[in-house]
């Protein structure tokens, strides 16, 4: 192995042992019950909401996806990325306190369907949202990993196994406790490092004008390009709409204090969230203007800084990604593991609390078990991401105009998803992220080069809509909270 090797495996070490004894610490100072593990009601303020928030939402990703997607199309999406972003804990400043008061005594999406609809609508919701977050975790593995291969020739293996044993072994022993503590911490390292990222990059070109020149008069800097704003539009609504299912964020909402601390600590963190993706997606436009290949965008970053920056530069970005990874990790595990948990015990409302807490943390393992191989294929990071976001546009608008009051019954509700999924998958685009799988645009009187994953997504979120209303008003059901 060579030198930047051996350091970065030594940074991998150091970080991951760093934060997993910080979470071991923690862990320790209070014995976890099952409420603990999975809610922890209660128990966060203004400032610990937002900061953990933020540290969720960024996780490794924002090294890889903002800048390819800004490499295709340009500032335009990159906007359009950091709005979509900065939308997820906007939207739940105001909906978060809305259902968390409607439904009390439900701390998931799927345990707020199954009190508006029943054990059948607990059943979908939580299997999508199970879907989306294994998608979410396996993405992060994959994209920690693929930074350690990429800048320093690390085995996506060795990483990805390091990483999420590190991580799990604070997020099973301490739960959610643990892991929005941990989270809280790992904050203050995001932004300050990927600010001296950009800045050591910056100096080892020679300078911000070396950089910008090539792009400066060119396409990318346009904000009125149609590809780039068509970009900017789906992402806001993808994003938004997938996240609108994601557990450990519906965590962050019942972990508040109160409602006053969800809108505060929600607020706070959409103003955290909006800077880390622009800084993070402005590799891309630096990667196009240093003339590389668009086909290898989706690790513009590490592109961008591998043989141009020296090795500390590297290193600073390998520390960053760890912290990253490990803050949306046991999140996302804890998450999931709560969903399982409480649907597995949901027939048996009298189930010992006990064994809640053990089929949570059993669970929690299986779901890094799973994420590793997966890590180590090497997947693209943004287009798993995009089809997770799709599965869960098809059913976000008839699932919480539903849950907000609308007189949607049962099979009116699995009709609106269903047309949602008719709509939006088979038009979904391949991997190249241009060519459809079915092309609808000639159909809709739209041009060519209309970006299909807007289309897909409008038709996702259109047709669903449409028949959600449709089925309301030819069989109204009255809520039952």
Known sequence: MDTLTISAVIIAV?????????????????????????????????????????????????????????????????????????????????????????????????????ARWGVQAQGMVSVLALVYMAVYLAAELTAIAGAFRVVAGVDPWLTATLVAAATLSYAVWGGLRTTVF???????????LLILAALGTIAAVGGWDVLQRPIAD?????????????????????????NLFDQSVWQRVHASRDATTIRNGFLLAALGIFP???????????????????????????????????????????????????????????????IVANDLTGQQPVSDPQ??????????????????????FQPSVTYVFLVADLLCATAV???????????????????AVGAGAIAGIPTFTRPDFFTPFVDVRPWLGLPTDTNAMLVSFALAFAASGVVALVATAVMPQRPTT
Not at 182 to 192: A, E, K, M, N, Y
Not at 397 to 415: E, M, T
Request: aromatic content about 10%; some cysteine; overall charge positive.
């Open 14 to 114: 150091i970080v991951c042992g760093g934060f997993a004894a910080l979470g071991a610490w923690h862990a320790r100072r209070r014995s976890t019950d099952a409420d603990d593990f999975h809610v922890a009601s209660g128990s966060t303020g203004t400032l610990l909401t937002a900061t953990s928030l933020v540290a969720l939402l960024a996780g490794t990703w924002v090294l890889f996806s903002p800048g390819e997607m800004t490499a295709y199309t340009g500032i335009a999406t990159l906007i359009g990325y950091a709005i979509g972003m900065a939308a997820v804990p906007l939207t739940f400043a105001f909906l978060g306190p809305a259902l968390r008061k409607k439904y009390p005594q439900a701390p998931s999406v799927g345990l707020m369907a199954r």
């Open 182 to 192: 941990t989270d809280g911490v790992q904050f203050w390292f995001i932004l300050p």
């Open 218 to 242: 060119g396409p990318l800097m346009n904000l009125t390009s149609r590809a780039g704003v068509e970009s900017g539009v789906y992402l806001i609504v993808a994003i938004l709409a997938a």
């Open 276 to 338: 880390v993706i622009l800084i993070a997606g402005w590799f891309g436009l630096w990667y196009m203007g240093l003339g590389l290949p668009v086909e290898g965008a989706s690790t513009a970053m590490f592109s961008v800084i591998a043989g141009r920056t020296p090795s500390w530069v590297a290193l600073v970005v390998l520390a960053l990604a760890l912290v990253l990874v490990m803050s949306t990790l046991g999140s996302l595990a804890n998450g999931m593991a709560a």
């Open 355 to 376: 064994r809640r807490l053990k089929i949570g943390r059993w669970a929690t393992v299986a779901v890094a078990a799973f994420a590793i191989p997966v890590a180590a």
């Open 397 to 415: 608008v008839p699932v919480f105009l539903g849950l907000l009051g609308l007189r949607l019954s049962l099979p009116g509700l699995f009709a």
